[in-house]
């Protein structure tokens, strides 16, 4: 038997069984330039999915800013930020990020996937609880499982539940840690923050916030979920994690913390360490976006407009988007099949939304997930709204 057989003969195996649970996935094909209209697998289509909420991939300073630092600089950091990987751009965007957000200092790392896997391993260790949120991402899974901590789920969005768990655990662990998204990126509902934080203070736990969704879209001044609650990070959060790669079109992740965690971190988080630091027209493109973003809330007005006409929109038509209060709304569709049959139908008539099922979401809870853009018109919401309208009466006749 060849090397390839043998790796073969498991590939078909285990596809065998994915296939079978109606869990296969494949890529699509994009082309043009990256915004609300591109072509998906050949065909011209109105985006309503990904994360690029703000449309600041392309934009005209985000592309220049790139380009400068591909020029000065080049294309990559050339090594890990402990090595020789530490430019000015990078201490320059963690700067610009923490007067951002009104903290003492932030750290950048790779992708918000490679932050949880360090961050939270070097807070926790085997003596120690991870209390999670029942539906934290996937990267919050892996980075509790890495550091060896128990883990202690509590429900979903439930501060009452979190502070039983937390009544359970203090004084069995040498540190309890919370962690939790600010947006939940398949649904797109709020963590109840204030009470979350406020039982984190009690119970002397620490809190770690995935704002990967609310980063620069959420709060007056795009400072994310915790603004949007009227809470100071400094004062609530101990650990505040946002992305590049969402809001800000580029790509990347970073915490803000204090100066001192910061300093814990570089000395301790391994994906931070063990790798290589982000390439320098990345970390120029997310401080141009950084500034736009502070530079025009209207962008995140629109996007909240946009959002809430296309939740109205399906209400209208009898379609729950339950429990979204946010630029993700989701249309649960119960089975795979049927949410991938609605996807492939939207895609037929030019609309691009994604199907999503387990394991992005419990099982029997596959959905379609829009996610408007600010720069979608009005029109093109509801033309959305309309075709999916038609496309799930069709399905469920
Ligand atoms: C809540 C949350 N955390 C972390 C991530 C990972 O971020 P990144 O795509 O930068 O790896 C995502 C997005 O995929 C997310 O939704």
């Known amino acids: 038997m060849t090397a390839a057989a043998g790796i073969d003969a498991v590939a078909d195996e285990v596809l065998g069984e994915i296939r079978a649970r109606g869990?296969?996935?494949r890529m699509r094909m994009l082309e043009g330039t990256q915004g609300p209209r591109?072509?998906?697998?050949?065909?011209?289509?109105?985006?309503f999915a990904g994360s690029n909420y703000l449309d600041l991939a392309n934009h005209p300073e985000v592309v220049a800013a790139a380009q400068r630092a591909a020029r000065d600089v080049g294309c990559a950091a050339g090594g890990s930020r402990l090595i020789n990987g530490n430019t000015s751009l990078h201490e320059s965007l963690e700067e610009a990020l923490a007067t951002f957000l009104g903290t003492e200092a932030a750290l950048v790392f790779a992708s918000g996937y490679m932050a949880n896997v360090g961050v939270i391993p070097a807070l926790v260790g085997k003596e120690d609880v991870l209390v999670s949120d029942a539906l934290s991402h996937a990267s919050i899974v892996d980075g509790g499982?890495?550091?060896?901590?128990?883990?202690?789920v509590f429900a979903h969005g439930d501060a009452g539940d979190l502070e039983r768990v937390l009544a359970r655990e203090r004084g069995r662990a040498r540190r309890l840690l919370v962690v939790c998204d600010g947006v939940y990126?398949?649904?797109?509902?709020?963590?109840?923050?204030?009470?979350?934080?406020?039982?984190?203070?009690?119970y002397d736990a620490l809190l770690l916030l995935d704002?990967?969704?609310g980063f620069g879209a959420l709060g007056p001044r795009g400072r994310g979920t915790a603004e949007h609650f009227g809470l100071e990070l400094r004062q609530h959060v101990d650990i505040y994690l946002g992305t590049l790669g969402k809001t800000l079109g580029s790509f990347?992740?970073?915490?803000?913390?204090?100066?001192?965690?910061?300093?814990?971190?570089i000395n301790t988080a391994r994906s931070f360490i063990f790798s290589c630091a982000l390439a320098p027209p990345q970390v120029a493109a997310a401080e141009a976006a950084l500034r736009i973003v502070e530079r025009e809330p209207e962008r995140r007005q629109r996007l909240a407009a946009r959002a809430a006409r296309?939740?109205?929109?399906?209400?209208?038509?009898?379609?729950?988007t339950h429990p979204s209060e946010t630029h993700i709304v989701p249309v649960r569709l119960g089975d795979n099949a049927t949410a991938m049959a609605v996807c492939g139908a939207l895609l037929e008539q030019g609309f691009f939304a994604q199907g999503i099922r387990y394991p992005s979401v419990p099982e029997g809870t596959a959905r379609l997930r829009l996610t408007p853009m600010a720069s979608h018109t009005e029109a093109e919401i509801d033309a959305l709204v309309e075709?999916?309208?038609?496309?799930?009466?069709s399905v469920r006749e």
């Not at 499982?145 to 883990?151: F, G, P």
């Not at 075709?387 to 009466?393: I, V, W």
């Open 145 to 152: 499982r890495l550091s060896k901590a128990r883990v202690a």
């Open 185 to 202: 990126s398949m649904d797109g509902d709020l963590a109840p923050l204030p009470d979350f934080a406020a039982a984190a203070r009690r």
């Open 211 to 213: 704002d990967a969704h």
């Open 310 to 320: 296309l939740r109205d929109g399906l209400a209208a038509h009898g379609i729950d």
């Open 38 to 47: 591109m072509d998906v697998d050949g065909r011209a289509v109105l985006l």
């Open 23 to 25: 869990r296969y996935r």
């Open 387 to 393: 075709t999916l309208a038609k496309t799930l009466a």
């Open 252 to 265: 990347g992740a970073f915490v803000a913390c204090s100066a001192l965690a910061r300093d814990l971190l």
